[in-house]
T-cell receptor
Framework: AQTVTQSQPEMSVQEAETVTLSCTYDTSENNYYLFWYKQPPSRQMILVIRQEAYKQQNATENRFSVNFQKAAKSFSLKISDSQLGDTAMYFCAFMNLQGAQKLVFGQGTRLTINP | KAGVTQTPRYLIKTRGQQVTLSCSPISGHRSVSWYQQTPGQGLQFLFEYFSETQRNKGNFPGRFSGRQFSNSRSEMNVSTLELGDSALYLC?????????????FGPGTRLTVT
């Protein structure tokens, strides 16, 4: 079974700073996707970024980028020029493309951006 | 396109009762998945429906069931409610054409069992 671990329960940074959220996963599969989701206080789960395991290039979406280290099974999220609206729970998620295509989530990191 | 919608948004039930939650996916999305979110267990997969068939099921008791209609709308049902069923229930849809695996979530239904 796949597992996802987020080792930082909480993080806090000042507005405009850069912050990196860590995620590691465990799988014996080779064909999978990784995601970062954001859940603000409204509880709406929002997709931030995705990474296909077969792609060596790290995904980027505006201020959000990932550092995908497949051999190390590491998938960290970097938020540049952080904004107050980035305050949220961030979940790392894994999806195996073979078999049940379900999301397996980490426990989340509560990120607070301070003014 | 309109996003995933879930109704009702909030629900209070008593132990032993049953409840039905509804989810309307994004237009054109034929896969609907359900997740339970609790402070203790985090986010856990309940089941996935595609073309009116349950394609995958998580590790939940038989009290949790679901179905999908021909228009892709989905319902989940929990019978004989227990206090531990109090949770945020999230529905997610995704396209099933091409190579897109992103799941798009609805706002959730907050169920409180007393």
């Amino acid at each position: 079974a796949q597992t996802v671990t987020q080792s930082q329960p909480e993080m806090s940074v000042q507005e405009a700073e850069t912050v990196t959220l860590s995620c590691t996963y465990d799988t014996s599969e080779n064909n999978y996707y990784l995601f970062w989701y954001k859940q603000p206080p409204s509880r709406q789960m929002i997709l931030v970024i995705r990474q296909e395991a077969y792609k060596q290039q790290n995904a980027t979406e505006n201020r959000f980028s990932v550092n995908f280290q497949k051999a190390a099974k590491s998938f960290s999220l970097k938020i540049s020029d952080s904004q107050l609206g980035d305050t949220a729970m961030y979940f790392c998620a894994f999806m195996n493309l073979q078999g049940a295509q379900k999301l397996v989530f980490g426990q989340g990191t509560r990120l607070t951006i301070n003014p | 396109k309109a996003g995933v919608t879930q109704t009702p948004r909030y629900l209070i039930k008593t132990r032993g009762q049953q409840v039905t939650l509804s989810c309307s996916p994004i237009s054109g999305h034929r896969s609907v998945s359900w997740y339970q979110q609790t402070p203790g267990q985090g986010l856990q997969f309940l089941f996935e429906y595609f073309s009116e068939t349950q394609r995958n099921k998580g590790n939940f008791p038989g009290r949790f069931s679901g179905r999908q209609f021909s228009n892709s709308r989905s319902e989940m049902n929990v019978s004989t409610l227990e206090l531990g069923d109090s949770a945020l229930y999230l529905c997610a849809s995704r396209p099933t054409t091409g190579f897109s695996y992103e799941q798009y979530f609805g706002p959730g239904t907050r169920l409180t069992v007393t």
